[in-house]
């Protein structure tokens, strides 16, 4: 006896089919259910879990646009950094302390660059990289071209001596 599950929605299409008797392939077809849920569930967690992203960095952008305190600009000056590498980890240093906002992407640096009026490096994630290979900014798991300081970097930002680097 052959049995067959077939469905074709819009979306997707699911076929099951197995040879033998209804007591043989019953076992076999609850598994593939099982198995089917798994992978719909994960689909419906990543999804969840990218909204949450979403509404995180939301609540980050929030707090930027509400925090107070001394600008980027008042920051890049009291300490004095003067090349792109310096500037950018200067710039997530003070969206880290002052703004609350623990990760950042190459489109969030060439932001921060707009903000303060500095021209931006032509390839922001270049300069990310090298930070990175200097150990100063790290990887974010799971996430796509997102970084964090490192406690190198934000050791390196606040011993930075202005009159020392050129």
Request: aromatic share 12%; hydrophobic share 30%; proline share 2%.
């Amino acid at each position: 006896m052959k049995i067959l599950y077939e469905e074709k929605k819009q979306d997707y299409s699911i076929r099951f089919e197995v040879e033998g008797s209804l007591k043989e392939a019953e076992p076999l077809y609850k598994d593939f259910i099982s198995q089917m849920l798994k992978e719909i569930k994960k689909g419906l967690s990543c999804e969840t879990s990218f909204e949450k992203s979403c509404k995180e960095q939301e609540e980050q952008n929030d707090a930027y646009l509400n925090a107070t305190g001394i600008s980027e600009n008042e920051f890049l000056a009291e300490k004095g950094f003067k090349t792109k590498m310096d500037i950018a980890m200067g710039l997530f240093y003070y969206y880290e302390k002052e703004k609350g906002i623990k990760d950042f992407s190459s489109a969030d640096l060439r932001r921060y660059f707009e903000i303060t009026k500095k021209d931006a490096p032509s390839k922001p994630w270049e300069v990310i990289t090298e930070n990175i290979r200097k150990s100063y900014l790290q990887r974010i798991d799971g996430e796509h071209n997102r970084v964090r300081l490192t406690t190198t970097g934000r050791s390196f930002v606040e011993n930075f001596e202005k009159d020392k680097r050129k």
